[in-house]
């Protein structure tokens, strides 16, 4: 069956530009993350979103990052007056709730440029 | 709050030797679980191994095992008869088991090569 899909694979952007990135996750899933992933570091933890429940939003870095899930499936996180700080892997992760422990299954990311 | 440390950024080992990769972490919790992914050139993680922190028995799957040790909060991955496609980064990762705490803290991995 499909995974985690992402898209663009790759994206180059201008300092101050905005870019969107999107997620499919796997179908059934109803927990969406998302990730940074900076060069050479693990994964940092951006935003949760679990059915129609608010999202957890602890772990966006500043005002400028914002996450959207429509209908419960697709996502999409976006990035506000881009800096070169925002320079990394962005990685999308799905998980059926009702699984324990939860696991996580990965999409192969977006590499995000910022020049 | 809980964190994961990996203190080994590269590994080498040998085709068909064994490896170890050490992880330790930090937390006050007394029930979490720990992970093991794999991320290949390709960027796609891949779930290696899990281990439930409640239990004694340490995780195998085929050529990879965990060494647990809840005391002294390590937790290292072991491959056996390593192979070329285990090349990749290896992350140890921390996920806590209380229901509302959606966060899994991953520590910074450490990049293994296998030499043919």
């Known amino acids: 069956g499909a995974g985690v899909s992402q898209s663009p694979s790759n994206k180059v952007t201008e300092k101050g530009k905005d870019v969107e990135l999107r997620c499919d996750p796997i179908s059934g899933h109803t927990a969406l993350y998302w990730y940074r992933q900076s060069l050479g570091q693990g994964l940092e933890f951006l935003i949760y979103?679990?059915?129609?429940?608010?999202?957890?939003k602890s772990g966006l870095p500043s005002d400028r990052f914002s996450a959207e899930r429509t209908g419960g499936s697709v996502s999409t996180l976006t990035i506000q007056r881009t800096q070169q700080e925002d320079s990394a892997v962005y990685l999308c992760a799905s998980s059926f709730r009702r699984d324990s422990p939860y696991e996580q299954y990965f999409g192969p990311g977006t590499r995000l440029t910022v020049t | 709050a809980q964190t994961v440390t990996q203190s080994q950024p590269e590994m080498s080992v040998q085709e068909a030797e064994t490896v170890t990769l050490s992880c330790t972490y930090d937390?006050?919790?007394?029930?979490?679980?720990l992970f093991w992914y794999k991320q290949p050139p390709s960027r796609q993680m891949i779930l290696v191994i899990r281990?439930?922190?409640?239990?004694?028995q340490n995780a195998t799957e085929n050529r990879f095992s965990v060494n647990f040790q809840k005391a002294a909060k390590s937790f290292s991955l072991k491959i056996s008869d390593s192979q070329l496609g285990d090349a990749a980064m290896y992350f140890c990762?921390?996920?806590?088991?209380?229901?509302?705490?959606?966060?899994?803290?991953f520590g910074a991995g450490t990049r293994l090569t296998v030499k043919p």
């Open positions: 990762a921390y996920r806590t088991m209380l229901y509302n705490n959606n966060d899994m803290r």
């Open positions: 937390t006050s919790e007394s029930d979490y679980y």
């Open positions: 979103f679990q059915g129609n429940s608010a999202p957890d």
């Open positions: 281990q439930e922190a409640y239990k004694q």
